[in-house]
């Protein structure tokens, strides 16, 4: 189940691997099928001022990320599986932000894995990514990524309402 979910993350496009193929769109489904087009939804808090992104890992064992901040900016990048079982990945914004998330935690009930990491700006990010993250995430039958002092409510599919 680790391999399922532990791609995470947040804002160094590096090379792909030839075995992952062209990634799907940013928008419509998202399939946790196994399979080298595996896709898992991906949400992160950046900083402390309830900045985020939202976007989605896809691959298996390793991947591209693909996704966008509350900002409206872009951001795409790689995450991979290390020897020691860890989720790593980088990320790199169209506007030049980058971050580095290692993934170190799972929730086992609903299969979230739980990175952390910086951006090139020295923000803090805590990543959650999973088939079933926003069940992960869901407080009081809302889900709510826990950005900023109110948190960012999600809508049923994990995109943020801002």
Same mark, same amino acid.
């Given at each position: 189940?680790? *391999? ?18 062209? @990634?799907?769109?940013?928008?419509? @489904? ?26 989605? =890992? ?29 989720? *790593? ?23 979230? =894995? ?28 809302? @889900? ?19």
């Amino acid at each position: 189940m680790l *391999r399922l979910i532990l791609p995470i993350a947040l804002l160094g496009a590096l090379p792909v691997a030839a075995q992952v193929q062209a @990634p799907r769109p940013v928008e419509g @489904p998202c399939i946790a099928d196994g399979s080298p087009q595996n896709c898992v939804k991906n949400l992160a808090c950046i900083g402390t001022q309830g900045r985020w992104f939202a976007g989605r =890992a896809i691959g298996w064992n390793e991947g591209q990320l693909l996704g966008r901040n509350s900002d409206g900016v872009s951001c795409r990048g790689e995450w991979r599986i290390d020897r020691n079982g860890l989720g *790593r990945s980088e990320l790199t914004c169209k506007d030049g932000t980058t971050a580095s998330v290692t993934a170190d935690y799972q929730d086992y009930e609903t299969g979230t =894995a739980i990175g952390r990491g910086t951006t090139s700006a020295g923000e803090r990010v805590i990543s959650y990514s999973g088939a079933h993250v926003v069940e992960f995430l869901r407080e009081d039958g809302v @889900p709510v990524l826990p950005c900023g002092a109110d948190g960012i409510e999600l809508d049923g599919d994990g995109v943020p309402i801002s």
